[in-house]
């Protein structure tokens, strides 16, 4: 029977050879490139790797490759290429993002730190912006109209706007 330190000694040398993996090298050095993840031991390179790479390299090398991979897929999709769909559970976590809702679990990834990295990966200072979409009838768009001419600014900035005052107000 093996010891602990017997089974951490193997786990460790396959981790290792994984690490030597063309898969992991492609997405950890894009990773590094980009300033994203920080590793001694991998060259940068600009070489696009695969959703299907990322998840192999997460799940079998670095777990810290699946916090940041649902939101490089939201904000910065352009990273990977993708090929086909993506699996289901990685596609519900990045609408649920997209919806600012709290994700399930991610392959063994706490929704908190999915969610750490959708508001901070991008531009500096900016939130991620939640779509909603509302139905106006003929009097609301008439009212709109009026503020952007008012205010100088487009529908959206009216709104807001006038949220703002109704919020000052009440």
Avoid: C
Avoid at 9 to 29: H, N, P, S, Y
Avoid at 52 to 65: H, K, M, S
Avoid at 94 to 113: A, H, I
């Amino acid at each position: 029977m093996k010891t602990l330190q017997q089974k951490a000694i193997e786990r460790q040398k396959t981790i290792e050879l994984k690490r030597k993996d063309a898969r992991f090298k492609r997405v950890a050095g894009r990773l590094v490139f980009e300033g994203l993840l920080v590793a001694n031991d991998v060259t940068p390179t600009r070489a696009h790797p695969t959703v299907v790479d990322a998840l192999w390299a997460g799940e079998e090398v670095e777990p810290r490759i699946l916090e940041l991979l649902p939101a490089i897929l939201l904000r910065r999709p352009k990273l990977f290429m993708h090929f086909g769909d993506l699996p289901e559970d990685l596609t519900q976590v990045v609408q649920d993002l997209r919806r600012g809702r709290l994700p399930e679990v991610f392959r063994g990834v706490q929704p908190t730190k999915l969610v750490y990295w959708a508001e901070h990966l991008g531009r500096s200072g900016k939130k991620l912006a939640i779509p909603k979409t509302h139905r106006f009838n003929e009097n609301d768009l008439r009212a709109i109209e009026t503020l952007k001419k008012r205010w100088d600014v487009d529908e959206t900035g009216a709104i807001r706007k006038a949220l703002e005052i109704a919020a000052a107000e009440g």
